[in-house]
């Protein structure tokens, strides 16, 4: 009973957190987690593999075509100015 009086009235102190330098950063790949060899895991691999050569090759042409819309703009800039 003296117990449950002292719990009752002791003040609420909330758990501290935890600093988030003291928490351990991993990388893991999907070969990490599933098994070695596992055709689902080599697919994801593949998978994810192209979509990064084609974001880079849209990339690539984004480049190409903004280059070519300031220079069509300059252009026309001239032209309205003559």
Known sequence: MVCFL???FA???PPTPKSRKSRK???TT???KGHPGDPVVAEYE???KALKERDSHL???NEAFHTELE???AELNT????
């Open 6 to 8: 002292i719990l009752l």
């Open 11 to 13: 003040p609420y102190q």
């Open 25 to 27: 950063k991993t990388r």
């Open 30 to 32: 999907l070969a990490d």
């Open 46 to 48: 593949k998978t994810i």
């Open 59 to 61: 990339q690539a042409e």
């Open 71 to 73: 220079s069509l703009q």
């Open 79 to 82: 032209a309205k100015n003559s």
